[in-house]
């Protein structure tokens, strides 16, 4: 009995040690201090209308981010002290709790841990009570993410879906989309900001690796709320859309219909690979992808700048608009404006 007892708990302990896939973890702590803990129940009061003794979350989320500081150091630093630094203007009007999450990413893919995972951090809006906070040193620039950070953000993620109930896994840049979701509980509607971290491609690359860990959906994008950026309507055109002279039928209308869109920064025709009125998906990566919904609508809030929209078909990318410059469907995007824009998908029409 004795003995056997004994080996159930060696078989037990290897199993562990298989299930977490030898993650190595290295602690680092930032300042969780009396002070970090009353302003961090402060800003759950007041921005959550949650009244708890303790400043924890119920983990049902990861948001993965990138810190846009090009260095751990720099990275850890931002962190680390217990109050918001005075230059944070920008989010300053949220509290004077500082930013903070439990798990930071070095360029070359050592995990960081900066604090308790079932403490909240403040790093997303609407969600922190929630969300388990993934950073990364980089940006969009200069200090790509890279290869290494992103098999360790897999690792992680795998790690924590054991964990804890995860049920979505999102992109910073995402998080608005639960402005309506019964976990987005901020109060105060006008306290939002843009966020590009860490883009579309990565995250859909993440949720495809990961597809096996059965996320759920995120909510569908909202349409024409946003400040700065393009709204349009996709539209499907088929057959003879020549006026006739005496016509006996009428031709189909054009018509909104759900599609991918996907939004480069400026394209050039010569600099995409054409086959049989499609084009192949460039090497640089998209800067947003939006669904457009049963009608064909869509929005998408983008930075300052010039942009190109392909719609995605089952051969491939499509656009049927070329300027002067030869720039594929470009939209330039000015500030504090929304654009309009109609992208015809029109091979299966003759004129
Ligand atoms: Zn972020």
Redesign the pocket.
């Known amino acids: 009995m004795h003995t056997s007892r004994l080996f159930i708990a060696i078989a037990l302990f290897c199993c562990a040690c298989a299930g977490s896939q030898s993650i190595e973890i290295v602690e680092k702590p930032i300042v969780f201090d009396d002070e970090r803990r009353a302003l961090s129940l402060a800003y759950m009061k007041e921005h959550y209308g949650i009244e708890a003794e303790e400043p924890g979350i119920t983990p049902r989320m990861i948001v993965v ?2 810190t846009a500081i090009p260095t751990l150091e720099g990275s850890f630093n931002a962190f680390y002290e217990s109050r918001l630094p005075s230059f944070r203007t920008g989010i300053s009007s949220g509290g004077a709790l500082n930013v903070s999450v439990p798990y930071l990413i070095d360029q070359d893919g050592t995990i960081y841990q900066l604090m308790s995972d079932t403490l909240m951090g403040r ?2 809006i609407g969600l922190n009570h929630t969300a388990i906070g993934i ?1 990364n040193v980089g940006n969009g620039e200069d200090t790509p993410l890279t290869e290494a950070q992103y098999e360790a953000n897999k690792k992680l993620i795998r790690y924590l879906t054991k964990k804890y109930d995860i049920d979505y896994l999102i992109g ?1 840049h995402e998080y608005q989309r639960f402005k309506n979701h019964p976990l987005w509980l901020e109060q105060d509607p006008d306290y939002l900001t843009e ?1 590009s ?1 860490p883009g579309d491609a990565f995250m859909q690359r993440l949720r495809n690796d990961l597809g096996s860990l059965d996320f759920k959906p995120l909510p569908e994008e909202e349409t024409q709320a946003i400040r700065q950026g393009i709204v349009g309507q996709v539209l499907w055109v088929e057959g003879n859309q020549m006026p006739g002279i005496g016509q006996s039928h009428k031709s189909p209308k054009p018509k909104g219909i759900q599609r991918k869109v996907y939004v480069y920064n400026v394209l050039q025709r010569d600099e995409l690979e054409y086959e049989a009125g499609f084009f192949k998906k460039p090497k640089q990566p998209a800067v947003k992808v939006v669904n457009s919904d049963s009608s064909g609508h869509f929005s998408v809030a983008l930075d300052t700048g010039s942009y190109s929209l392909l719609v995605e078909e089952p051969q491939g990318l499509y656009a049927n608009l070329f300027d002067g410059n030869g720039y594929v469907q470009v939209t330039k995007v000015e500030k504090d404006s929304v654009n309009k824009v109609e992208l015809k998908i029109d091979y299966k029409a003759s004129y």
């Open positions: 981010h990138w790093h997303v950073e910073h966020k971290d």
